[in-house]
């Protein structure tokens, strides 16, 4: 189901940037989608750092069978070498125990997040070995739903606005940023437009 406000965001969008609003005249039909429990969600991304969509599919589904429920005290049962026999390097192995021990002792408050400003739910998540901002603003993104992150460390985001608006031409971020704020606050939606423009599948985190 797409987030409530994706419609109104949609309207709003179209009417102040004729650009966006092509876009998403192209990609009828889709939708943002919510991906998972909060602690599975961050594992996976954990997993899928840089290595390629393939390759992290496989890795997760062999952490699916070792952890079936995928809950943080199950994955903290897990001998190391066992997840390391997943597919995940040692570092990653790290992150994903620290992941689950930070859900695990209460040190992310999980339960508060759906009322806590994105800045706040970033600051939390980026104590947790593994994950930077990056990754924290495709939680806010895919599992909070959030309206209006505009993630732009993101190198598809960066290629998307400069192909669109600068006719492919390299911008500083700052200018990069300065067009966003046209957009606010529904920069979340204006992002996977134009994601979608350079891969119509919509992407999974």
Known sequence: MKPAFWSSAKRSLARRDPVLGGIMRRYPGIALQRRG??????ARAIVGQQISVKAAQSVWNRVIELAPEMTPRQVLAQPRPKLRA????DRKTEYIADLASHFADGTVHVARWPQMPDEEVIAELVQVRGIGRWT?????????LRPDVYPLDDLGLQK????????????PVARMRKLGEGWAPWRSVATWYLWRSLDPLPVEY
Not at 86 to 89: E, K, M, R
Not at 160 to 168: E, N, P, V
Request: hydrophobic share 50%; glycine share 6%; charged share 20%.
């Open 160 to 171: 998307a606005i400069r192909l669109h608006y600068f006719k492919g031409r390299k911008v």
């Open 86 to 89: 997943c597919g995940l390097s």
């Open 37 to 42: 429990e909060p602690f599975a969600t961050l």
């Open 136 to 144: 924290a603003e495709m939680f806010l993104m895919f599992n909070l």
